[in-house]
């Protein structure tokens, strides 16, 4: 069983900054990507950022320029440097690992860490 655990939420206020980790439970041979998706509350969940295990990024339009995503090596925690952060950034944001299972990916999700941007 795959277990995906955030840390680092918390308060911020506008223009500040937050770094969110995220580790997984199980060896890393199997891990496609991982991911950082957040909720606002009446949102739907939506991608923040995402790092596949070779390196290759991809960002949300809205956090191009302010948040990083990155990994140290395949086996420490993902983490997504937050800078600059707004208002409407507050959110419940989980990690989401990506594991490969022959054929398939399969989806396992965090239980999500609040951020909240407040002065």
């Known amino acids: 069983q795959v277990r995906v655990v955030e840390s680092g939420g918390g308060l911020a206020q506008p223009g500040g900054s937050l770094r969110l980790s995220c580790t997984v439970s199980?060896?890393?041979?199997?891990?496609?990507?991982m991911g950082w998706y957040r909720q606002a509350p009446g949102e739907e969940r939506e991608l923040v950022a995402r790092i596949t295990m070779s390196g290759n990024t991809n960002y949300a339009d809205f956090v191009k320029g302010r948040f990083a995503i990155s990994r140290d090596s395949a086996d420490n925690p993902v983490y997504l440097q937050m800078n600059n952060l707004k208002p409407q950034a507050a959110a419940v944001y989980s990690c989401n690992a990506e594991w490969t299972i022959g054929d398939a990916i399969v989806d396992y999700w965090g239980q999500g860490t609040q951020v909240t941007v407040s002065s």
């Open positions: 199980a060896s890393r041979f199997r891990l496609y990507a």
